[in-house]
């Protein structure tokens, strides 16, 4: 086994020398091996391995200087130190051994604790640089091992923003497809997601000549699960062409041969079918609030239901606005059915339905925007188009947010109604 202290080779041809130094230096703890002449130095090199060599400059046959050169082609001085010895007077044996690569020198005769401080002091100093070299052939490896996973964790966020993509595309789809012609009334939305894929929903189309739906929904939560929900939602609250919308259903009275009845569905019953579809899952722990109402342009009548939703805003056409707040639990939570409520509007009056993203908006002191002070965005944007209204209402949110941003999904639908259809 290895001694701690190291393994030496000792080269000298005087016998008494080699025996001397040897049995010392194993006393301290050393394995020695000696030559006695240079090429048998060399085969011990080629076949073992040697901490540090002790080679005498002046031999018979292959000089000291000569197995040095010998040694250092394949040998570097950090990895096999080698000490040389040579007469006091034979400076110019130093200075080539010194050229050719020796490490050190010591003068003969030896001075054994000399020698013994001069092999301790590269040994000490050999095996400092082995620890840098493994260190620095670890931190190579940790290096090379953390580039790849970093190539690996790129590659993920490459397919995962593809993915993402993909996603918010596919929500995209169920956005309202152009303003719904209805005589009697405008409409304008936004739909601005916090993060790549959203929880909020929306969409205004129109169900018949006189009638048009409204809807914003919020699944609670963020990220991938809700987007799902969210759009299982707009699937199912899709235009009556839809094969798969749950509009598509009769309400009452007789059908009209299509496989639907004369009127819309009411809001209460759209509520109470959602209920049903979606109960609470105590797996994923999901549920959505939701305001969805039915205009009638030929009466102005604004039929709606809240389920656990921020309220309706109304601006009329003169006077203060109000935020119509209608309690309801949200969808998936409860079996009592739903209360419909009916907002009549005059020529020039305007709604909106909106994700709590507006009014829970925090500033930088954390403090929320509010109802309040959505409805004087409204009330000042009053002689502006809807589109303008809601220009001004985000510039205000923009401001209120500051650097720190939206939080929250925003979405807004408006409705300003015009009269009766002529």
């Known amino acids: 086994m290895t001694s701690p202290s190291g393994t030496l080779l000792v080269v000298d041809d005087d016998e008494a020398n080699r025996d001397m130094l040897s049995r010392r230096l194993e006393r301290k703890g050393f394995v020695v091996t000696v030559a006695r002449d240079g090429s048998r130095a060399i085969e011990l090199v080629r076949e073992h391995s040697f901490d540090l060599v002790l080679l005498d400059v002046l031999m018979p046959g292959l000089s000291g200087l000569e197995v040095l050169r010998e040694l250092r082609q394949a040998h570097p001085a950090t990895q096999l130190p080698i000490i040389m010895a040579t007469a006091l007077s034979d400076s110019s044996d130093v200075v080539e051994a010194l050229r050719l690569g020796a490490n050190?020198?010591?003068?003969?005769?030896?001075?054994?604790?000399?020698?013994?401080?001069?092999?301790?002091a590269h040994l000490s100093l050999k095996r400092a640089v082995e620890e840098a070299t493994r260190l620095e052939r670890r931190l190579e490896q940790r290096n090379s091992d953390l580039t790849e996973a970093n190539n690996r964790l790129a590659e993920v966020n490459r397919r995962m923003r593809r993915d993402l993509d993909a996603a918010a595309r596919i929500q995209e789809t169920f956005l309202p497809r152009g303003e719904p012609r209805l005589e009697g009334a405008r409409f304008a939305w936004h739909y601005r997601p916090c993060d790549e894929l959203a929880g909020d929903g929306l969409n205004v189309f129109a169900l018949d000549e006189n009638h048009a739906a409204l809807y914003v929904f919020d699944v609670s939560g963020h990220g991938v699960a809700s987007a799902l929900l969210s759009v299982s939602l707009s699937r199912v609250l899709s235009p009556p062409s839809d094969p798969a919308s749950l509009l598509r259903a009769e309400e009452s009275g007789s059908a009209n041969g299509n496989g639907r009845s004369g009127r819309p569905m009411a809001p209460a019953v759209v509520a109470d079918r959602l209920n049903r579809m979606f109960p609470f899952d105590e797996a994923t722990e999901q549920y959505f609030t939701m305001v969805y109402g039915v205009l009638d342009a030929a009466t102005g009548a604004f039929r709606y239901v809240s389920a656990g939703h921020p309220g309706v805003a109304h601006l009329p056409a003169s006077g203060p606005g109000r935020i119509h707040d209608v309690r309801g639990f949200p969808i998936?939570?409860?079996?009592?059915?739903?209360?419909?409520?009916?907002?009549?509007?005059?020529?020039?009056?305007?709604?909106?339905?909106?994700?709590?993203?507006?009014?829970?908006?925090?500033?930088?002191?954390?403090?929320?925007?509010?109802?309040?002070?959505?409805?004087?965005?409204?009330?000042?944007?009053?002689?502006?188009s809807l589109d303008g209204a809601i220009a001004a209402l985000l510039a205000e949110l923009g401001r209120w947010s500051g650097q720190a941003g939206l939080r929250d999904d925003v979405s807004l639908v408006a409705v300003e109604y015009l009269g009766p259809p002529a």
Do not use: N
């Open 104 to 120: 050190d020198y010591v003068s003969k005769p030896l001075d054994f604790p000399v020698v013994l401080a001069r092999i301790q």
């Open 332 to 384: 998936g939570l409860a079996d009592q059915p739903y209360e419909e409520k009916v907002l009549m509007m005059a020529p020039g009056d305007r709604i909106f339905l909106y994700s709590d993203g507006i009014p829970e908006a925090m500033d930088g002191d954390s403090q929320a925007f509010g109802g309040e002070r959505m409805l004087e965005v409204f009330e000042r944007s009053r002689g502006e």
